[in-house]
T-cell receptor, first 111, second 116 residues
Framework: EDKVVQSPLSLVVHEGDTVTLNCSYEVTNFRSLLWYKQEKKAPTFLFMLTSSGIEKKSGRLSSILDKKELFSILNITATQTGDSAVYLCAVTSGGSYIPTFGRGTSLIVHP | NAGVTQTPKFRVLKTGQSMTLLCAQDMNHEYMYWYRQDPGMGLRLIHYSVGEGTTAKGEVPDGYNVSRLKKQNFLLGLESAAPSQTSVYFC???????????????FGPGTRLLVL
């Protein structure tokens, strides 16, 4: 059974801080790892990672995958109150493309 | 494009009542999914479909049924609602995927269900 564990479960920071969110996984025949941001409603896609060591970047957000150690991190630099959300990590495996989600990390950024 | 839409947005049921949640997507996606989200539990897959006329069980299928008679629609049914089914339900869709193909899921806005 595929397993995705995110840490920490919650995090409270002040604007301007840098945060690192972690996602570790155990899957058979890993295919991809995905990060989503969920504010009030539906999750929205951030990154998909398939290759180890290649950083994906979008503005102040970046993510990297380590397939040897079976984890990924999501970094957010110079946090803003608009970064407050739940960040979800998911992995796909084998040929099914059906993702397994972690429980998410709740990030609160205070002004 | 409307993307993924869900009907209704909010519903209150009494224990034992039945209802159907409707999900529609206009992106011609092959895959569709139903999730439930409870506090601190992330997204848990109820059922999914890899194409018109096909459905499969996910992680938490008990108490739910689904149908995908048309490619663009995915229905989630509760035959006899229970308080444990109080949750927020999300529908999602994605392309089939493949080498080099993004497996991004597009989510609907969610349906909040309260079972008394």
């Amino acid at each position: 059974e595929d397993k995705v564990v995110q840490s920490p479960l919650s995090l409270v920071v002040h604007e301007g801080d840098t945060v690192t969110l972690n996602c570790s996984y155990e899957v058979t025949n890993f295919r991809s790892l995905l990060w989503y941001k969920q504010e009030k409603k539906a999750p929205t896609f951030l990154f998909m990672l398939t290759s180890s060591g290649i950083e994906k970047k979008s503005g102040r957000l970046s993510s990297i995958l380590d397939k040897k150690e079976l984890f990924s991190i999501l970094n957010i630099t110079a946090t803003q109150t608009g970064d407050s959300a739940v960040y979800l990590c998911a992995v796909t495996s084998g040929g099914s493309y059906i993702p397994t989600f972690g429980r998410g990390t709740s990030l609160i950024v205070h002004p | 494009n409307a993307g993924v839409t869900q009907t209704p947005k909010f519903r209150v049921l009494k224990t034992g009542q039945s209802m159907t949640l409707l999900c529609a997507q206009d992106m011609n996606h092959e895959y569709m999914y139903w999730y439930r989200q409870d506090p601190g539990m992330g997204l848990r897959l109820i059922h999914y479909s890899v194409g018109e006329g096909t459905t499969a069980k996910g992680e938490v299928p008990d108490g739910y049924n689904v149908s995908r008679l048309k490619k663009q629609n995915f229905l989630l049914g509760l035959e006899s609602a229970a308080p444990s089914q109080t949750s927020v339900y999300f529908c999602a869709s994605s392309r089939r995927g493949g080498p080099g193909s993004p497996e991004t899921q597009y989510f609907g806005p969610g349906t909040r269900l309260l079972v008394l």
